[in-house]
């Protein structure tokens, strides 16, 4: 109900709504011109009234799918020096939430943790939600060291309230082969009994045996709920929505940013949050494959950048998508 009441909260009212307290740090990549990343992410918190922080761990005049790409990636050096200002700026103490995403590099990685361990030790309850960007369809993404995932898994994930692998990176980061269902839930349960992590989202990936259609996409959603002493009961969700034709960059960091955005809305009510999040990405995704679709029956990567400008309000008031989810038991 209370939900409800904030969708039916008139627009402007929504737009003026101010978030007392509540300012992201987001460390990512950064393209001049198109939209990963920090591109994004930043946009959309800022629109549903989020102060945003930006570390750009590249910066590149566009993301890696086009055939050139040119710019600048930060070392650890420059992370570090990047937060001492912050530091002399009083600000570490201001964080509400660190949002982490593309770190093409071991030691930035590492100079993440240890960014994460300070901001707590000034707020301890600090949200840290981390996309552990490696890899996709069974691969790692071209240029990022095979390192990064025990990093990952032994420094980053242990200081994660919320995640948001796909399967490939589920895997990795749990040493499960992910080949169906039940696989994924498993890998989910590691996290949350092992690692101690409160959400994790699997935005993509899982073979799906329990249908032949194809038209169909799925994500994955659990929480560790507290139970008795030292115990964690686990509640598990699929959400299960239409393939949109084409194949889009960026998706992921928009994804990440409006669950944070939409956790905070809600109160932490993880169904909610992750209904509103695929809601609004459907509605991107569906307006970047018509417009690209419209002009080139073979849209060329330009095309296909997402539009993410001309779907503001898609972004603040998701449409009522077809999402069906249902509550799964282990």
């Given at each position: 109900?209370?939900?409800?009441k904030?969708?039916?909260m ?8 101010e978030?007392?307290g509540?300012?992201?740090?987001s ?6 011109s ?6 994004c992410?930043v ?16 910066q590149?005049?566009?993301h ?6 040119k ?25 509400s ?6 770190c093409?590099d071991?030691s930035?990685?590492?100079?993440i943790?240890?960014i994460?361990r300070?901001c707590r030790q000034?707020n301890p ?6 996309d552990?960007v490696?890899g996709?369809?069974?691969?790692y993404?071209?240029?990022?060291p ?10 980053l994930?242990?200081l ?5 692998p796909n ?7 749990s040493?499960i ?9 498993r ?8 690692k101690?992590?409160?959400i994790v989202?699997v ?9 032949e259609?194809k ?6 959603a659990?929480?560790?709920i507290?139970s ?6 686990v ?7 239409p ?19 939409w956790?905070?809305?809600?109160g ?13 990405m459907q509605s991107?995704?569906r307006?970047?494959s018509d ?7 073979d849209p060329?990567?330009q ?6 400008m ?10 009522a ?10």
């Open positions: 109900m209370e939900n409800q904030r969708h039916s008139p627009l402007e009212d929504y737009l003026s709504k978030r007392s509540k300012r992201v740090l460390i990512q990549s950064h393209v001049v198109g939209f990963v990343g920090n591109k992410a946009f959309p918190l800022q629109l549903h009234g989020f102060e945003v922080d930006a570390i750009n761990s590249v590149f005049s566009n890696t799918q086009y055939p050139n790409v710019g600048q990636r930060l070392n650890e050096r420059d992370l570090a020096e990047l937060f001492d200002g912050i530091r002399l700026a009083d600000l570490p103490a201001k964080y939430h660190i949002l982490t995403g593309y093409g071991a930035f990685l590492r100079q943790a240890s994460v300070e000034h309850k600090l949200i840290y939600v981390c552990p490696m996709d369809n069974g691969k993404y071209n240029g990022i095979r390192e990064l995932c025990s990093i990952y898994r032994d420094e994930l242990p994660s309230d919320v995640i948001t399967a490939f990176e589920l895997s990795q980061l040493d082969a992910i080949a169906n269902e039940r696989d994924c839930l890998a989910m349960e590691h996290f949350h009994k092992v101690r992590i409160r989202v935005t993509s990936g899982v073979p799906d045996e329990t249908t259609n038209s169909m996409m799925h994500c994955y659990s929480e560790a507290p008795a002493v030292d115990t964690i009961r509640r598990y969700f699929r959400f299960e929505f393939l949109i034709a084409g194949t889009f960059v960026g998706t992921g960091d928009l994804f990440t940013a409006l669950l944070l955005a956790l905070e809305e809600s932490s009510d993880l169904c909610h949050s992750v209904r509103c999040t695929i809601s609004s991107v995704i307006r970047t417009f690209a679709f419209a002009i080139s029956p060329n990567i095309l296909r950048e997402l539009r993410l001309q779907s503001r309000l898609d972004l603040l008031r998701p449409k998508e077809k999402i069906n989810f249902v509550e799964l038991n282990l």
